[in-house]
């Protein structure tokens, strides 16, 4: 492939990753995980608070990338920020990871490294969670960049590859915990890929010098993020300590427990409901003929030993994540990385199976076909189906219907007297509270209650708002004046608003001109 | 004191007699039980219990015994079905009222968004002892603006008894109702006609709070014969 091809060929694949990453950020309505790490980028912005919290939350890339982000767009404050300038964070370290890939052409050549972007820029997966506030396409970026440096320093040992592998390992770990998962399959398919090539290990000697300038680079980044720019000592020390809470949480039962083929089940073929099919099995299957390829690649071949790397560190750390019962979705990220390098491997050893331009011109057409129609699946994942059921990424997501509720609520502040100073009652549990505070962040009066023992007599709310176990129990405060409504948070999860009477009726006469009688 | 208790004891003697003469729902002069046949129920957890004044209770109970007028018998069973929406999105019209009541997939008709209806006619104008609906069950939800009409004429322009009417802002535009909201179950929701004389059922909703789209499982018009 010469150059003007492959310059043209990775533009085209760039414009339309960046079209299913950018396009309609706001569709989706904020999953309360990502309610949760909007207000902690909100506190940070606004104040400059920050520290990190070993118990939840994960590490504070996120938080510390999405400054700059906010800053260009003129939100300067929690209430001025929105869904879009949030998840344009992602979006863009989606896009990012697919130009990382380009470390990787002196490595495995420019034919794998353009199928391997088409793999990562159409994958559903991958563009479902490049549009998605949370820490997971931020890992992704950041791991394809610590292998890439890794294997640009094993081709060309220097002090900037040493240095750019120990900061990309650096913002792995401080973007999240789960990230020693990766750095462990990478340990383990480095020292199996050694001990399978013994020529590789006595051209190139391990340079201590380097190694300590990686560590040290990787060390200083995340000694940097975790306490806060130094201001708090202990983040980093929490950082370590984390390991113990999530390592707990990870064989814990509950609602994210899944069988082990969990992952590998979604990928390769999920129907929910009366939904689409959904499968990435094109990207699996090709994954599958890369390894093989891998291995059957001539030892003087020197992309051999970075894809038998890959189909080792895919292998580890699919099996890693498949054994832990604490599944999400956004998981798959790190290890499916390997599977889409693998995936480019695959599509250029098929392409060059055969000498004949006829079969080769239809693996061509064929691979078309298929990476279109995971174009297609990840234009409906993004765009069609967002926050529906029936697709399969959708977990634990916020109604749309729950955008009703935030209407309703704008509605009535805007009759109200106090407007966005209205004074509203959550009560609610901690589950069925998310992402309430994201959207009721530019209300002044808002308090937060988990059950109607804290919160007392309605008094002057105006507004309260309640999971379904708490306004079973607002009987004996509430009087038949208050107008309730149910919306639901996410399915089989309501929440019920109850408004009180005047402004009940001040809010049908504002609709209607008066209130109609039947 | 010795009065006095006379007096109770006089005074509950005449309590006991008349809770034992006041007459049980199922001796009711001329009630029978109406007989359901439910579908399984296909979620459980949700919802919680809810006993608010402005929302159907929940007791987590079973609905009990409905009683009905001997000689009550089911009327809409594959009786045409005609809608605002009559190339639905999922299913078919007739899946009103072919007698299936499951909540799996394939058993429901799913209409477009925004306020819809579908109209049963029952072919005769009959006294209307209970409508039964299941808009859908396999996941907890209410339906938005629930609204039950009952007429002998087919347009719905004279003769309207309004049964049931939960817009409670009148966002579909038919009045403001003081009817609850109420969480679809594997029971279905009942309404009682009280006996008007109608030939058509016409049933309104405007989406659900999972989405804009209207269903429906399956409606059940138990009526008496004409005299």
Known sequence: ?518 | MKKTVVFLLGISAFAGILAFARPTPAQEQGKEELKLLLPKPMFIGTPRNINSPNLEKITGKPRGAIFVPAGTKLVSLNKPVTASDMQPVIGEVGFVTDGEKAGEDGYFVEFGPGKQHVQVDLKASQPLQAILVWHYHSQARVYRDVVVQVSDDKDFVSGVTTIFNNDHDNSSGLGIGKDKEYIETFEGKLFDPRGTKARFVRLWSNGNTSNDMNHYVEVEVYATPAK
Not at chain 1, 174 to 183: G, M, N, P, R
Not at chain 1, 322 to 330: A, Q, R
Not at chain 1, 463 to 470: H, L, P, R, S, Y
């Open chain 1, 1 to 518: 492939m010469n150059k003007k091809a492959f310059a043209g060929l990775f533009l085209l694949i760039v414009i339309g990753a960046a079209a299913f990453r950018l396009i309609d950020l706001g569709l989706r309505p904020m999953h309360h995980d990502e309610a949760n790490q909007a207000l902690k980028c909100g506190a940070l912005l606004e104040r400059g608070e920050y520290r990190y919290d070993k118990a939840d939350h994960h590490g504070p890339s996120l938080y510390y990338l999405s400054l700059p982000f906010a800053r260009v767009l003129e939100a300067g404050t929690l209430a001025a920020l929105d869904e879009k300038t949030l998840r344009l964070v992602p979006a863009c370290f989606g896009l990012g990871a697919i130009f990382l890939l380009l470390l990787l052409v002196p490595i495995i050549g420019k034919e794998r490294v353009v199928w391997s972007a088409l793999g990562l820029s159409v994958s559903p997966v991958m563009v479902y969670f490049s549009r998605f506030y949370i820490q997971e396409t931020l890992l992704l970026f950041f791991l394809a960049g610590f292998i890439a440096a890794l294997w640009r320093y094993h081709l060309n040992p220097s002090w900037g590859w040493a240095a750019a592998a120990g900061m990309f390992a650096g913002m792995m770990y401080a973007t999240k915990e789960t990230s020693v998962i990766a750095f462990g399959s990478i340990a383990a398919a480095l020292l199996l890929t050694r001990l399978m090539t013994t020529k590789a290990r006595e051209k190139k000697g391990t340079r201590w010098a380097h190694l300590f300038v990686g560590v040290a680079c990787a060390v200083f980044v995340s000694l940097v993020l975790f306490t806060s720019f130094f201001q708090n000592p202990r983040g980093f020390f929490d950082s370590i300590l984390s390991f113990r809470i999530y390592f707990v949480r990870a064989g814990e039962t509950g609602f994210h427990v899944h069988p082990w083929s969990y992952y590998l089940q979604t990928l390769a073929f999920s129907k929910p409901g009366t939904g689409p099919v959904w499968s990435e099995a094109l990207i699996l299957i090709l994954a599958v003929v890369g390894i093989a390829a891998s291995f059957k690649l001539r030892p003087d071949k020197p992309e051999r030993l970075f894809l038998i790397f890959v189909s080792f560190y895919a292998a580890i750390s699919t099996g890693a994540y498949s054994l832990i019962p604490y599944k999400t979705p956004w998981n798959v990220l790190p290890f499916y990385l390997g599977f889409v390098l693998l995936a480019g491997n695959g599509a250029t050893a098929l392409l060059r199976a055969s000498k004949s331009r006829a079969v080769r011109a239809a693996f061509c057409l064929l691979l078309a076909a298929g990476f279109l129609h995971l174009a297609a699946q990840a234009r409906s994942a993004a765009l069609v189906y967002p926050a529906d059921p029936r697709n399969p990424y959708v977990y634990a997501q916020t109604s749309p219907g729950f955008l009703q509720l935030v209407q309703r609520v704008e509605d009535l502040a805007a009759i109200h007297p106090d407007r966005k100073k209205m004074f509203i009652k959550v009560i609610a549990g901690p589950y069925e509270t998310w992402p309430l505070p994201w959207y009721l962040r530019r209300f002044g009066r808002v308090g937060y209650w988990t059950s109607i023992d804290e919160a007392g007599r309605p008094g002057a709310a105006a507004v309260i708002i309640t999971d379904t176990e708490q306004a079973g129990r607002l009987e004996s405060l509430l009087n038949s004046s208050f107008q309730s409504e149910y919306y639901e948070l996410r399915p089989n999860v309501f929440l019920v608003l109850h408004v009180r009477g005047d402004l009940w009726d001040e809010y049908l006469k504002s609709r209607t001109g008066k209130v109609n009688e039947r």
